[in-house]
């Protein structure tokens, strides 16, 4: 019975699960019996009514009245069970209870039609079996309407009303009435089909139904395990935006009760802006999102301190959301702070490179600011100095110092930047005109300038400004940023303290020693580099001493380029080594296939004197043309001596250990201080041509040229005037004590090949006007006096 009462199929299985269907299906089962009695209860009615009118003339009507009695009795009991049934509260076995007398009470009923169809179907005629037929289809019918989930019952009525309407078919009409039998069958079969095919969606019903309410259960009890143990929160909004179903782990979080945060604004949450803006749209348009990361504010979260969330959702079917919630304050201060350290300076907290570089792209991509944008580099003078005395923590308070003093200087939508280093970087927007920005440049030196007081010491220090201003025409940033590094560049060449700003001379300056320096790279692979040399005479004896070899650069568009329009750019760019050591080489080349014991001098520069290479190139070369370095000379400047490390005096020292001489050039300019001297023992002091110049008529440099060459005599030096172009110098030269002399009087530097023979050098230096070679006879006839005083 109990089968049957469920109509559970055989292999639902045991348990929790078949328990639950069974309950649901047994609920379902008498929500719909009960609803379709209610809707046949004046239908059944009319029907006995019109049993009884129809035959009341034929049939007994005792046998009628009592069989509609016993009909209305069923109908009344059914009723007062349905009306004492709650079906909201009632249980599992009172559902069953109800359900097994409904079914008894359907067989009863119908076991009832069966008996009045048979029984009258002996005193049907006319119009009554058309009556009787039609009350017998509609109770066949009534199957569709209150037993379509009844298994049982269907069956009882279909069975004992159709068996009944057989017979009363044969007792009417006997074979006659087959066919009828036939259709009546069909239409009996297909009926039962229509109600077992509905049952079995009721049952299936049922299955989703309970599988839905435990996956419900098992995400509800999973939700719940993951508020308590997980680090984030769900959260509820309604239609409208107010929260809902709050719960303990997010009240908690927003350190509110839940009762004051039920119903209230979510958004109320978090502080105005863009992602707030975002999140109300999502509300609104009830879209799904993911990630949006918004500030709480002040107070929300149980702290003072900036707190933000990152939240997720998705719209549920019944017009809310629910998402998730998490406290991304950690990982977003730390992005904070990266994004931070991206655009500024980790010391100085000014603007980086990266974020002034952006901001004046911006400005000069904006037509209507190009125009007045004006860019200020500012270099501090000899900074190095400080952290070398001072260390740099005393360094690094010093910039933060300067930084914060030029942002005092400038306007709030003004932009001060470190570049690096020492370099700042000031971005102004402003029409001003020249005078007007090299005033502003001069209030930045003047702050820069004023003292700085750090733990009780005081410091001064100063810079040098160079200034770019957007003019007509296109300049994008690259273009301005490299006009005021020229201007830079152009200041600090003038002294510390400066200012320069930025006009076409500088380009053109700029893009000469460019070009100088590209060709430069190709000049020596192309051949393009030959020596001159210029004879150095014995002032005592007016013969040829020595000569130093000059180096040229012959430019297929410039000409003869001297070392003066390009050494720079060499020792700038480290060009001067290969270029150095190619000198050495083709000095001695050359100058060893010509007749005669004299002196080759070649000069060195700073850098030349501090690489590893120097001796061995020297020795190589040397031995390579059968030079003896004794008639090697060297020269070099005090800036050699001025640097710092072992590696230059180590290199000196070697050269001398080889057998070359040293000498000192250009001396008595510069610092020109004797502790030179008397760091380093030199063979030759050459004096300036600046005291040369005029020496004749110039009773100071008379005297100073005097002092030196007393000086080197008392520290076994020899001396050597550079620049000599008259014969009255050469006379008062000898007589201040000079030994040697070189200059134009004697000779201009000229290709190697004018001194191969002695005939070509004496041809070279060959000149009436000069009157080199008047001094040398004049000298030549003092010397033959001398021998015969001697003899």
Same mark, same amino acid.
């Given at each position: 019975m109990a089968k049957l009462d469920s109509g559970l199929p055989l292999d639902l299985g045991k348990g929790s699960a078949a328990e639950a269907v069974d309950r649901l299906l047994l609920a379902r089962r008498v929500a719909n019996v009960s609803a379709g009695s209610r809707l046949v209860l004046v239908a059944g009615t009319g029907s006995m009514a019109g049993v009884v009118y129809a035959f009341r003339d034929l049939a007994p009507l005792a046998v009628l009245l009592s069989w509609m009695a016993f009909q209305i009795a069923l109908l009344v009991i059914s009723t007062v069970l349905d009306y004492r049934l709650d079906r909201t509260h009632a249980g599992h076995a009172e559902l069953q209870q109800y359900w097994r007398r409904s079914m008894a009470m359907e067989v009863i009923r119908s076991a009832s039609w069966c008996f009045i169809t048979v029984y009258l179907a002996f005193y049907a005629s006319g119009t009554a079996v058309a009556v009787l037929a039609a009350i017998t289809v509609a109770n066949l019918c009534t199957v569709?309407?209150?037993?379509?989930?009844?298994?049982?019952?269907? +069956?009882? %009525?279909?069975?004992?009303?159709?068996?009944?309407?057989?017979?009363?078919?044969?007792?009417? $009409?006997?074979?006659?009435? #087959?066919?009828?039998?036939? @259709?009546?069958?069909? #239409?009996?079969?297909?009926?039962?089909? $229509?109600?077992?095919?509905?049952?079995?969606?009721?049952?299936?019903?049922?299955? *989703?139904?309970?599988?839905?309410?435990?996956?419900?259960?098992?995400?509800?009890? &999973?939700?719940?395990?993951?508020?308590? /143990?997980? =680090?984030?929160?769900?959260?509820? !909004?309604?239609?409208?935006?107010? &929260?809902?179903? *709050?719960?303990?782990? #997010?009240?908690?979080?927003?350190?509110?009760?839940?009762?004051?945060?039920?119903? $209230?604004?979510?958004?109320?949450?978090?502080?105005?802006?863009?992602? %707030?803006?975002?999140?109300?749209? /999502?509300?609104?348009?009830?879209?799904?999102?993911?990630?949006?990361?918004?500030? @709480?504010? /002040?107070?929300?979260?149980? =702290?003072?301190?900036?707190?933000?969330?990152?939240? =997720?959702?998705?719209?549920? =079917?019944?017009?809310?959301?629910?998402?998730? +919630?998490?406290?991304?304050?950690?990982?977003?201060?730390?992005?904070?702070?990266?994004?931070?350290?991206? /655009?500024?300076?980790?010391?100085?907290?000014? +603007?980086?490179?990266?974020?002034?570089?952006?901001?004046?792209?911006?400005?000069?991509?904006?037509?209507?600011?190009?125009?007045?944008?004006?860019?200020?580099?500012?270099?501090?003078?000899?900074?190095?100095?400080?952290?070398?005395?001072?260390?740099?923590?005393?360094?690094?308070?010093?910039?933060?110092?300067?930084?914060?003093?030029?942002?005092?200087? !400038?306007?709030?939508?003004?932009? !001060? +930047?470190?570049?690096?280093?020492?370099? #700042?970087? !000031?971005?102004?927007?402003?029409?001003?005109?020249?005078?007007?920005?090299?005033?502003?440049?001069? %209030?930045?030196?003047?702050?820069?300038?004023?003292?700085f007081e750090l733990d009780g010491q005081i410091y001064r220090i100063s810079g040098s400004i160079g200034i770019a201003q957007r003019c007509e025409g296109e300049c994008d940033a690259e273009e301005l940023m490299r006009r005021a590094d020229l201007a830079l560049f152009a200041a600090k060449d003038k002294g510390r303290d400066t200012i320069a700003l930025y006009d076409e001379a500088m380009d053109r300056a700029a893009r000469e020693r460019r070009e100088i320096e590209s060709d430069l790279r190709e000049a020596l692979s192309r051949g393009q580099l030959r020596l001159h040399y210029q004879p150095v005479i014995d002032l005592d004896s007016g013969e040829v001493a020595g000569y130093e070899a000059l180096l040229r650069w012959y430019h297929p568009r410039r000409g003869i380029v001297t070392p003066a329009e390009f050494l720079e750019v060499a020792e700038e760019t480290g060009m001067i080594v290969p270029i150095g050591e190619w000198v050495i080489r083709q000095a001695l080349a050359e100058t060893g296939r010509w007749e005669g014991d004299f002196r080759i001098a070649i000069n060195l520069s700073p850098t030349q004197v501090r690489s590893p290479h120097l001796a061995d190139v020297v020795a190589q070369a040397a031995h390579t043309h059968g030079i003896s370095p004794r008639r090697v000379e060297f020269e070099i400047t005090e800036h050699v001596l001025m640097q710092k490390g072992t590696m230059c005096s180590s290199n000196l020292e070697k050269l001398r250990e080889f057998g070359a001489k040293i000498a000192l050039d250009d001396f008595g300019i510069g610092y020109s201080s004797l502790s030179y001297l008397r760091r380093f023992p030199f063979d030759r002091i050459k004096i300036d041509r600046d005291f040369v110049e005029g020496v004749e008529r110039s009773a100071d440099s008379q005297a100073i040229i005097s002092s030196i060459t007393r000086l080197a005599d008392a520290l076994g030096m020899a001396t050597t005037a550079e620049g000599v172009e008259t014969r009255a110098q050469l006379d008062l030269l000898r007589k201040l004590g000079c030994q040697e002399a070189q200059g134009y009087l004697i000779c201009e530097p000229v290709p190697g090949e004018n001194f191969i023979t002695f005939s070509a050098a004496k041809a070279a230096m060959k000149d009436d006007a000069s009157g080199i070679l008047d001094y040398r006879k004049a000298r030549e006839a003092v010397m033959k006096r001398r021998t015969q005083r001697a003899s």
């Open positions: 569709l309407l209150v037993h379509r989930t009844a298994p049982v019952a269907a +069956a009882a %009525r279909l069975g004992l009303v159709g068996l009944a309407t057989v017979a009363a078919m044969w007792i009417h $009409s006997g074979v006659a009435s #087959f066919p009828a039998i036939l @259709l009546l069958a069909l #239409f009996i079969l297909a009926l039962a089909g $229509s109600v077992r095919e509905q049952d079995r969606q009721l049952i299936r019903w049922a299955q *989703v139904e309970v599988d839905r309410g435990e996956a419900a259960d098992t995400v509800r009890l &999973l939700l719940n395990d993951y508020e308590e /143990h997980s =680090s984030d929160w769900l959260w509820t !909004v309604g239609a409208k935006g107010n &929260l809902r179903d *709050v719960t303990d782990r #997010f009240a908690t979080a927003a350190a509110k009760p839940v009762d004051e945060l039920e119903a $209230s604004d979510f958004l109320d949450l978090f502080t105005p802006g863009e992602e %707030r803006d975002r999140l109300a749209r /999502h509300i609104m348009e009830r879209s799904p999102f993911r990630g949006l990361v918004l500030r @709480l504010r /002040h107070g929300i979260g149980g =702290s003072d301190a900036v707190r933000y969330w990152e939240l =997720s959702a998705r719209p549920r =079917s019944d017009g809310w959301m629910s998402g998730v +919630a998490r406290d991304v304050t950690g990982d977003r201060l730390i992005e904070e702070r990266v994004a931070f350290m991206a /655009h500024y300076d980790n010391l100085t907290g000014l +603007a980086n490179r990266y974020l002034f570089n952006e901001r004046l792209r911006n400005a000069l991509e904006d037509g209507e600011r190009a125009r007045d944008v004006v860019l200020f580099y500012l270099d501090l003078d000899d900074f190095k100095a400080v952290n070398d005395t001072r260390g740099h923590l005393v360094g690094d308070r010093l910039l933060r110092e300067i930084g914060t003093r030029l942002e005092q200087e !400038v306007r709030g939508q003004d932009l !001060v +930047a470190r570049l690096g280093g020492d370099e #700042f970087a !000031v971005l102004l927007e402003t029409r001003a005109g020249a005078g007007m920005l090299i005033e502003r440049a001069h %209030r930045f030196l003047a702050v820069i300038r004023e003292p």
